[in-house]
């Protein structure tokens, strides 16, 4: 299996490891898993993050103002 990983800026990994999140669950800034698609289940929230971001909202703002970082 290979894993390709989003190109994140330190506000994105700061905020997001403020979160708790990354203790739980991994996964949230792959791009792209070279393996069956079995092997990766849930919701992409990379797909969620570019839609975010094609709004013209900043991703990590999301986090500060939803879970009060």
């Given at each position: 299996?290979v894993?390709?990983?989003?190109?994140?800026?330190?506000?994105?990994?700061?905020v997001?490891?403020?979160?708790g999140?990354?203790?739980?669950?991994?996964?949230?800034f792959?791009?792209?898993?070279?393996?069956?698609?079995?092997?990766?289940?849930?919701?992409?929230?990379?797909?969620?993050?570019?839609?975010?971001?094609?709004?013209?909202?900043?991703?990590?703002s999301?986090w500060?103002?939803?879970?009060g970082?």
């Open positions: 299996m894993v390709h990983f989003s190109n994140l800026d330190d506000a994105e990994i700061d997001y490891v403020a979160t999140e990354p203790l739980q669950v991994s996964g949230a792959i791009d792209r898993i070279e393996s069956d698609h079995l092997d990766v289940i849930g919701v992409s929230v990379v797909a969620m993050r570019e839609m975010i971001t094609n709004l013209g909202l900043i991703w990590p999301l500060v103002r939803y879970m970082i």
